[in-house]
């Protein structure tokens, strides 16, 4: 199958791992320790979401993959994980739309990404001051 048209239009290249300005207004109207705590959940919840998707992509649940897929993606948006977030997005709408090959692909590539990704979260998770 080829790319959905609407996807190809989603450069992931230009999204910025975190997005700074999405986190600065958290910290701005929640306070930094409560941006921290959500920085703490999401980083402890996302290994088991990320072997989730992982299981769900070997079994070839796509439905499955799909929910998971948009759990772990709508999360990375809250705390501010804006590639990761758009990865997630991509995969989700190839699969909703029925283009299992270019869901699966993105999948993989967003597993592939994830992991440097909570990493940048946590450098800027450490890095708030109360």
Request: no cysteine; hydrophobic share 45%; aromatic share 2%.
């Amino acid at each position: 199958m080829t790319a959905h048209p609407e996807a190809e239009s989603w450069p992931l290249e230009d999204t910025p791992t975190l997005d700074r300005g999405v986190l600065t207004a958290h910290v701005n109207d929640l306070g930094a320790d409560l941006v921290r705590q959500i920085a703490e959940k999401y980083l402890d919840d996302a290994p088991s979401s990320v072997a989730a998707v992982r299981a769900a992509l070997e079994a070839q649940d796509l439905p499955l993959l799909q929910k998971l897929i948009h759990r772990l993606g709508g999360g990375a948006q809250t705390v501010g994980l804006a590639a990761l977030s758009a990865q997630a997005r991509k995969a989700e709408h190839a699969l909703r739309q029925g283009h299992n090959d270019e869901g699966i692909r993105e999948a993989t590539r967003m597993l592939a990404r994830v992991g440097s990704d909570l990493a940048v979260l946590d450098e800027f998770r450490a890095g708030l001051k109360d």
